[in-house]
């Protein structure tokens, strides 16, 4: 089944877009069907169980890391991610150059930005990640390469409100584009299983989609 949803999901995405299928909450066995069926990229948000899912599945697998991050976690996912899509405070940022200079790594990093009207949801204003990219600042991150911008758009059935917040991202994304010309910074994430079209319509280079790949996570 796993390896149906994803052929029919890879059938309906352009071929320039890079898909990740989120695993989270599922067990090693499904990621490897998927894995058998050409996936090698896999995303997971809570750093326990990515380390534990890098540890016993195939070494070629290009793991995302799309959760919330604890500074004290660091060394459970800075090790193996080739992308944390989601930093989403100046305090993370700042413990992940720490930990790259300590390590002598090069962090690979999306900024989180804010969409949306939930309060819960983390992430940068566009006034903090305009600020960060003042090249005064982006030069003391030695450690950190700013590879774009990542969002989760509202939870709604309202389209237009969607496509505001893709809208919006988008425009963040090609205004550091335009006034900073960064060759690294070519990523904008945004996009999941109810979402993902219109996400492609403004621009995602990555989506991240889990329901409809595994099925539900409860
Ligand atoms: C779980 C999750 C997804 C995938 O959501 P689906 O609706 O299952 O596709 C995407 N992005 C983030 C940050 C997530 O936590």
Redesign the pocket.
Known sequence: MVADNLKSVLSKLPPEVKL?A?S?FHPAEDILEAYNAGQRRF?E?RPQEFAAKVAGLPGDIEWHF??HLQTNKLKLVLPYASLV??VDSQRLLDAIEKWGSEHDKVIDVLLELHLGAEETKGGFTEEEILDIFRPDRRSSYRHVRFRGL?G?ATNTDDQSVVEADFARIEALKNKLNQEYGLPDFTELSIG???DWPLAVKHGATIV?????I?GS?S
């Open positions: 990740v989120v989270k995303g948000n799309i959760g899509e989601s990542m989760m999941m299983s109810h991240r989609i889990g329901t409809a595994f996570r």
